[in-house]
């Protein structure tokens, strides 16, 4: 009898958790997956894998400056007790920062060979025609580090605002991006497994799946679809827009795509989100 028990407790809570997956499916169907945050993120991530060399070991830089950052702050170069770590390996992996890199970045900052102290600071404006930005930076000087982002904004027709102007347009979340090209899974089962996985939303378009997840439940989500075998084109914690700006002439484009160019060409600065919505 107690075996009987067990057996019907255990196909309850399969059934439980089988319903729950349909409803979290029925609802992104309800709200008819807004595809424009997945169609920004490929076109962002189209152009970073477009840039050269020099470019690409800018990123490099920028992402091992956030590794020693993770270790000083963590405690630990050891990503199974330190979690932002955990999630920064995973960053720089995703961007396809070489295994050794990674390494000789570890290991330097565990022997605290590193005596710069970076301090995290966050910026808020406005593009132009009123585009949201936000710009995160890691600093060992603050002042320097204001003066241009102010430079930037006011260059290409925007302004550099208070703490708080833009940021209540975004919200904190995780997102992985899977490349669709080669992927022999179909659109269905992607689904399905991140939602069992322990995703919040899930988007598709021609190009790429991009799964969402709440902040505090990003890493558990991306290790157990990495356990199923899935590889991603971008894996962080990202602030997504809640609203679009869509820039109408080529020249107030231009400015917007110039302005992120000299915020990227930055070395303090480490991210920048933004709500244009680009082609």
């Known amino acids: ?10 196909f309850y809570l399969q059934t439980i958790k089988a319903c729950d997956i349909l409803i979290k ?17 490929w076109s962002t991530i189209k152009q970073k894998k477009g840039k050269n060399d020099a470019a690409r070991a800018k990123v490099f830089t920028k992402i091992g400056r956030e590794l020693i950052v993770a270790i000083k702050e963590g405690g630990s170069a050891d990503p199974s007790v330190n979690s932002k770590l955990k999630d920064c390996i995973a960053k720089a992996k995703a961007a396809n920062v070489p295994n050794d890199n990674i390494e000789r970045i570890i290991k330097k900052a565990a022997n605290d060979n590193d005596s710069t102290n970076y301090e995290a600071v966050t910026y808020e404006g406005y593009g132009p025609s009123g585009v949201a930005v936000i710009v995160e930076a890691l600093t060992d000087n603050r002042n320097r580090t204001a003066g241009e982002v102010r430079h930037y904004f006011d260059k290409f027709g925007g302004n550099m605002g208070t703490q708080g102007c833009v940021s209540f347009m975004f919200s904190q979340k995780g997102v992985l991006v899977i490349e669709r090209e080669e992927l022999e899974k179909d659109e269905d089962t992607v689904m399905s497994d991140a939602l069992e996985c322990g995703a919040s939303d899930f988007e598709a378009d021609e190009d790429v799946f991009t799964i969402y997840t709440e902040p505090e439940d990003f890493g558990a989500v991306r290790d157990d679809l990495d356990k199923l075998g899935y590889t ?3 894996a962080e914690l990202e602030m997504v827009p809640s609203t679009y700006t869509k820039l109408e002439d080529e020249e107030t484009a231009t400015k917007m795509q110039k302005m992120l160019d000299m915020f990227e060409d930055n070395d303090d600065i480490q991210n920048v989100w933004h709500n244009w919505e680009m082609d």
Not at 1 to 10: A, H, I, T, V
Not at 25 to 40: A, E, P, R, V
């Open 232 to 234: 991603f084109v971008s």
């Open 25 to 41: 499916i029925d609802l992104l169907y309800y709200k008819g997956m807004n595809f424009m945050s997945g169609h920004n993120k």
């Open 1 to 10: 009898m107690e075996l009987l028990q067990n057996c019907n407790n255990f």
